[in-house]
T-cell receptor, first 110, second 115 residues
């Protein structure tokens, strides 16, 4: 069975700091990879996704993620975070049925 | 993007009663909908896959007689928690896929509290 690990459970950053959230998955075959964000009081929104092609994926709001097949990783990055990025971030893997990681709570202080 | 709604957003019920949660795709037809459960400070756990016109497929450990799923149309799936107990209190989230697209669109969730 597929599994997803997010090693950072809580991250606190100051505005303008760079962000990298780790995501590792267990499945060795072809995978679709996703990062979702859940802002306080809101529903899950897709940040970006990887199905195939260029392993460096750019998403909304300045986020990007890099698929490294040899490391089974799909880390999320943003060069300079903003206070409005405070949210919970979920990595997910799957084709239609998604397996989610446990999430990372990001707090950006102004 | 595509919009998925859930109703109600919050519900409080007494132990032993049944609660129905609706999930609607507002601007697209969803051949497949998913139901997730999210406990506090935990991730989403897939409960079942709902396909229009057929029986739902439940994940291991999810009681199909307790969590009844009906996907009667291409825009509506319902989850009924039967004989609810306090341990069923959770955040229930649905998602929908437009056609063969792999991207899921999530509803805002329903907070169920069973007293």
């Amino acid at each position: 069975a597929q599994s997803v690990s997010q090693h950072n459970h809580h991250v606190i950053l100051s505005e303008a700091a760079s962000l990298e959230l780790g995501c590792n998955y267990s499945y060795g075959g072809t995978v679709n990879l996703f990062w979702y964000v859940q802002y306080p009081g809101q529903h899950l929104q897709l940040l970006l996704k990887y199905f195939s092609g260029d392993p460096l994926v750019k998403g909304i709001k300045g986020f990007e993620a890099e698929f490294i097949k040899s490391k089974f990783s799909f880390n999320l990055r943003k060069p300079s975070v903003q206070w409005s990025d405070t949210a919970e971030y979920f990595c997910a893997v799957g084709f239609q049925k998604l397996v989610f990681g446990t999430g990372t709570r990001l707090l950006v202080s102004p | 993007g595509a919009v998925v709604s859930q109703h109600p957003s919050r519900v409080i019920c007494k132990s032993g009663t049944s609660v129905k949660i609706e999930c609607r795709s507002l601007d697209f037809q969803a051949t497949t909908m998913f139901w997730y459960r999210q406990f506090p400070k935990q991730s989403l756990m897939l409960m079942a896959t709902s396909n229009e016109g057929s029986k739902a497929t439940y994940e291991q450990g999810v009681e199909k007689d307790k969590f009844l799923i009906n996907h009667a149309s291409l825009t509506l799936s319902t989850l009924t928690v039967t004989s609810a107990h306090p341990e069923d209190s959770s955040f229930y989230i649905c998602s929908a896929i437009p056609g063969l697209n792999n991207e899921q669109f999530f509803g805002p969730g329903t907070r169920l509290t069973v007293l």
